[in-house]
T-cell receptor, first 111, second 114 residues
Framework: SQQGEEDPQALSIQEGENATMNCSYK?????LQWYRQNSGRGLVHLIL?????REKHSGRLRVTLDTSKKSSSLLITASRAADTASYFC???????????FGKGTKLSVKP | GAGVSQSPSNKVTEKGKDVELRCDPI?????LYWYRQSLGQGLEFLIY????????KSGLPSDRFSAERTGGSVSTLTIQRTQQEDSAVYLC????????????FGDGTRLSIL
């Protein structure tokens, strides 16, 4: 079953603009991860934030985590056409190995 | 190879046939995962291996699905007596193990049941 819900389901922006995607989840987590998927390809890991962290940066990516609200956001700054992809949040619960994915946000960046 | 390799990349078969999907994880990765991605269900967890053992088989949708991993490396996912609802992209991932390690995905096998 799905753990998280991404919002929005689809986002269309112009190159250079920032893109913000949100994720909500239902149960307590060990960590939360964001993945990217280009059409017809596998998922690529972007960033992992642990449950005791509130914010993390990686290049043009900024992830926040609010465990009290069970939510996370992914910000992509100065977007590029190559950022066009689907973005998924995924949570890891306790000692279980598997990730539970949200339904994803489809981002389209127009040149 | 450098990444997770899955084969075949595409498989079309008739309803009722058995299919076998293969995953070659990144060398040295102890954990291996199978997921299924379909339009209606999104990304679903199927099974997880730590070494050769499968501590979590909870995601396998029916007893027609089985998986094994030998030598702590290659894994095969077998679907017996395929049904049309089995049509999906089957994704394999591997990681170094441990809860705070990212998972590295292959490009998947696109399975179509006619």
């Amino acid at each position: 079953s799905q753990q998280g819900e991404e919002d929005p389901q689809a986002l269309s922006i112009q190159e250079g603009e920032n893109a913000t995607m949100n994720c909500s989840y239902k149960t307590s987590i060990n960590n939360l991860q964001w993945y990217r998927q280009n059409s017809g390809r596998g998922l690529v890991h972007l960033i992992l934030i642990r449950s005791n962290e509130r914010e993390k940066h990686s290049g043009r990516l900024r992830v926040t985590l609010d465990t009290s609200k069970k939510s996370s956001s992914l910000l992509i700054t100065a977007s590029r056409a190559a950022d066009t992809a689907s973005y998924f949040c995924a949570t890891l619960r306790g000692s279980q190995g598997n990730l539970i994915f949200g339904k994803g946000t489809k981002l389209s960046v127009k040149p | 190879g450098a990444g997770v390799s899955q084969s075949p990349s595409n498989k079309v078969t008739e309803k009722g046939k058995d299919v076998e999907l293969r995953c070659d994880p990144i060398s040295g990765h102890t954990a291996l995962y199978w997921y299924r991605q379909s339009l209606g269900q999104g990304l679903e967890f199927l099974i997880y291996f730590q070494g050769n053992s499968a501590p979590d088989k909870s995601g396998l949708p029916s007893d027609r699905f089985s998986a094994e991993r030998t030598g702590g490396s290659v894994s095969t996912l077998t679907i017996q007596r395929t049904q049309q609802e089995d049509s999906a992209v089957y994704l394999c991932a591997s990681s170094q193990g441990g809860n705070n390690q990212p998972q590295h995905f292959g490009d998947g096998t696109r399975l179509s049941i006619l």
